[in-house]
């Protein structure tokens, strides 16, 4: 059982650590989402195949339809991140994409007809403090206001993203990232391809140890680990130390990039992280006997 931990606990540092590697190329952000997902559909699918993995997705033709849809808003996702990671900050970039699940736990009545307990409210309501106090001084000092949309549009994508992944319930594991990767490839390739074209690619020169660390280890080999361990772990496991990258992406940024947040942006990142993890690992003693 050590070892799965060990690969999961990895798998989030790797993770965690996307915005840091990606601030040592020299790419715009739409050019790194694009040659991370060209690497890693390539990376994903040689583990798949090479694990000798069976597929389903001919068994779930209509929950393939939400796995592409959900792909789709993948692409969206890191092409909203990635931007904002550069206008923004990373810290406050993974903060703000992480509110995502919280807004889906929020909505779970009308979404997914579950039931919304006094937790789920309580741990919303201070994740909603905590974007408050990360976000108000970027607000009143005037920083860039494509930025903070960018970290909006993060949130909002995450959260499209998991509601049509939970439509694909019965394809799962690294099939489902494989997938899922290769429609957010097509998806930020057609945007790239209509904005400015391809010709990026020969431009790349000594940056490419540092594309190739982004598709290789932090999303082949990431999402390998992650997956082979997370079947292995219990739920409660898995829910709580999953807040392990975004946590990991606030201190990286902090140590590599040299990013500064204020004693408020400090306490609102507790919020937002502390908020998310009680609203979605808490469970009241009359629901855990069940």
Do not use: D
């Amino acid at each position: 059982m050590k070892q799965y931990y060990l690969r999961y606990i990895i798998a989030l540092l790797i993770f965690g650590s996307n915005g840091v590697v990606a601030s040592h190329i020299p790419l715009n952000s739409y050019e790194i989402v694009l040659m991370r997902t060209a690497i890693g559909i390539v990376m994903l699918w040689s583990i798949f195949f090479l694990t000798k993995q069976q597929s389903t997705v001919g068994q779930y033709k209509k929950e393939f339809i939400f796995l592409a849809l959900s792909g789709i808003m993948m692409g969206l996702n890191w092409l909203s991140l990635y931007e904002a990671f550069q206008q923004i900050g990373v810290g406050l970039s993974i903060l703000a994409c992480y509110c995502g699940p919280a807004l889906v736990m929020v909505l779970s009545p009308v979404l997914f007809r579950e039931k919304l307990t006094w937790s789920k409210l309580l741990g919303f309501a201070v994740v909603l403090v905590g974007m408050v106090l990360c976000n108000g001084e970027i607000v009143v000092e005037g920083h860039s206001a494509w930025g903070i949309f960018c970290g909006a549009m993060a949130c909002l994508t995450m959260a499209t993203l998991i509601v049509l992944n939970k439509k694909a319930a019965h394809i799962t594991g690294l099939e489902n990232t494989a997938w899922e990767m290769t429609f957010a490839f097509v998806t930020v390739a057609i945007f790239v391809g209509c904005k400015q074209g391809f010709g990026f690619v020969s431009t790349i020169g000594p940056a490419w140890p540092w594309v190739l660390t982004l598709g290789i280890i932090n999303t082949g080999l990431g999402c390998y680990l992650y997956f082979s361990a997370i079947g292995r772990l219990p739920v409660q496991s898995v829910s709580i130390l999953g807040y392990l990258e975004p946590l990991s992406g606030v201190v990286l940024s902090m140590i590599f990039l040299q990013e500064i947040m204020t004693p408020l942006q400090m306490v609102g990142a507790v919020c937002i992280l502390g908020g998310a993890a009680f609203a979605e690992c808490y469970r009241p003693k009359s629901m855990a006997k069940t």
